[in-house]
């Protein structure tokens, strides 16, 4: 008899299997709710596995396992692709994927997701990126600040967005200063005074033309100078002084008020050229008022000296 066909095969007695004492070869797939024994006897079967139905094999390798049931096994190495038609659930502690690209079909990826969810358990949740010797950079959720934060570097794009009314620390690289001493990075707004005019122009560039400040001086005798970044000067003189001047811009035009505090007596440096050729005589009272204007003719330089041609002095006491 070379085939045998039999939709079922049992024993003699009809109570079990029948047994096949010098092995049994087949060709086909073997599908069998259970298997026993301990496996040694199987060809092609090597590795570490543990199969349900078949019981004590300690090595097992399947070119290819149909299961239609639950499987389990301690460990499960697959060198090939392996494709999960179903939902796939990893109940362990840890997941580690070594792969140069992951791809998810997703729009949006959950994290910290807990059958309760909560600020509490949410807070830390991010991503971490592993550095070297400088650290980890992190983006995390804090429940602390209800706020997301970075950590182990700067934050840089080509553009923000919002008022920026809550930002902090904010330094600009733009330092205010006042008459040389810095006012500090962390001013949030400029206010300019009368004297200043603003100026709207497009794309959002404004010219501002600020009229140059007030120089006030008081001086009981020696040198009074002048700063003639200045436009208007006021000197309140007693005793012998002169007055003297600093800088300059040629065709400026300044004015210089004295008022004699006590007796003074006020004189010039001889930058100054009045119309008569010699300086004008001030009153020397006490409480007097007198008014020069003059305009730059020349700034002074190396071996060049300063020359402002003075009008007439006017009096006011």
């Known amino acids: 008899m070379s085939t045998l066909r039999a939709d079922i095969i049992r024993n003699r007695a009809g109570t079990g299997a029948p047994s096949f004492p010098n092995g049994a070869v087949v060709t086909g797939v073997i599908t069998a709710t259970s298997f026993s024994g301990d496996g040694s006897s199987l060809s092609g079967v090597s590795g570490p596995d543990s199969v349900p139905g078949i019981s004590t094999v300690t090595t097992s390798t399947f070119n290819q396992i149909n299961v239609t049931g639950v499987a389990t096994a301690a460990t499960l190495n697959v060198t090939g692709n392996a494709t999960v038609d179903g939902n796939l659930t990893v109940s362990g502690t840890q997941t580690i994927i070594n792969t140069a690209t992951l791809e998810v079909e997703d729009k949006n990826i959950g994290i910290a997701s807990v059958s309760s969810p909560s600020n509490t358990t949410a807070d830390g949740a991010g991503l971490t990126v592993y550095g070297g010797g400088d650290g980890d950079k992190t983006l995390k959720w804090l429940d602390s600040t209800d706020r997301w934060t970075f950590d182990g570097g700067a934050v840089e794009a080509t553009a923000f967005y919002g008022d920026g009314s809550q930002l902090t620390n904010v330094i600009s690289g733009v330092e205010l200063k ?77 004015t210089v008020r004295i008022v004699n505090s006590g007796i003074a007596t006020v004189g010039f440096s001889t930058y100054f050229l009045f119309p008569s050729g010699a300086a004008p005589s001030l009153p020397t009272a006490s409480g007097t008022i007198s008014l020069i204007s003059f305009t730059v003719h020349r700034a002074g330089t190396t071996g060049i000296s300063t020359q402002l041609l003075a009008g007439a002095s006017v009096n006011f006491s």
Do not use: P, R
């Open 178 to 254: 006042q008459g040389g001493t810095s006012v500090g990075t962390g001013i949030t707004q400029i206010n300019f005074a009368s004297g200043a005019t603003l100026t709207t122009k497009s794309a959002g560039i404004s010219t501002i033309t600020i009229t140059a400040g007030i120089q006030t001086e008081a001086k009981s005798g020696g040198s009074i100078i002048l700063d003639l970044s200045k436009q208007d000067h006021k000197v309140t003189a007693t005793g012998i002084t002169t007055i003297t001047v600093s800088g300059g811009t040629e065709g400026d035009s300044h």
